[in-house]
């Protein structure tokens, strides 16, 4: 398969409780990322790593955390969900280097109530 | 950062018939141009990149331009068929390292049989 992925695939929630979506990746490559996608916005970059404990925030990144323990591993953490965060999320990875190119995660389709 | 602007928002074509796909970019040190594709329900796949130090390339009925003067890139593709409706998503990397990518809004692209 792509080498990566995420779990869980669908989740409800109710506003204010915390959430932890998780991207996992067998390719071993050093870039990871986590975008949100909402029609009309494309897929917009929440925060990204860019090596073990190698963080960084992206544009949308206010409510989010992320944390990178390992390389294949890559955390992010609604602190307190709100409905604007109901969204479908996906993580990418990439190899770095001359190689840009993104490989996707099957996303997850997060609702809060 | 980058911002990317991508037009049309929808595009419906008859089968065998041309179908292109324009984004702007705004930050000229962006170096590296990839357009995905992301069927109903699942993750968006690159289909095609092209790189500033080339102004065209081609992948048998797709093809990319790119001119970096007026900062445009286009999607081209020929001979459209049922399958390739889909949503289109063009992206660029700003100047910036870590690869991040910026994408532009997303095209609804509609073939007709």
């Known amino acids: 398969d792509a080498g990566i992925t995420q779990s869980p695939r669908h989740k409800v929630t109710e506003t204010g409780t915390p959430v932890t979506l998780r991207c996992h990746q067998t390719?071993?490559?050093?870039?990871m990322y986590w975008y949100r996608q909402d029609p009309g916005h494309g897929l917009r970059l929440i925060h990204y790593?860019?090596?073990?404990?190698?963080?960084d925030k992206g544009e949308v990144s206010d409510g989010y955390s992320v944390s990178r323990s390992k390389t294949e591993d890559f955390l992010l953490t609604l602190e307190s969900a709100t409905s604007s965060q109901t969204s479908v999320y996906f993580c990418?990875?990439?190899?770095?280097?001359?190689?840009?190119?993104?490989?996707f995660g099957s996303g997850t389709r997060l609702t809060v109530v | 950062g980058e911002n990317v602007e991508q037009h049309p928002s929808t595009l419906s074509v008859q089968e065998g018939d041309s179908a292109v796909i324009k984004c702007t970019y705004s930050d000229s040190a962006s170096n590296y141009f990839p357009w995905y594709k992301q069927e109903l329900g699942k993750r968006p796949q690159l289909i095609i990149d092209i790189r500033s130090n080339v102004g065209e390339k081609k992948d048998q009925r797709i093809a990319v331009t790119l001119n970096k003067t007026a900062k445009h890139f286009s999607l081209h593709i020929t001979e459209t068929q049922p399958e390739d409706s889909a949503v289109y998503f063009c992206a660029a990397t700003g100047g910036t390292s870590y690869g991040k990518l910026t994408f532009g809004q997303g095209t609804i692209l509609t073939v007709h049989p």
């Open positions: 790593s860019y090596g073990v404990k190698d963080t």
């Open positions: 390719e071993n490559h050093r870039y």
């Open positions: 990418a990875i990439s190899e770095g280097g001359q190689n840009y190119g993104y490989t």
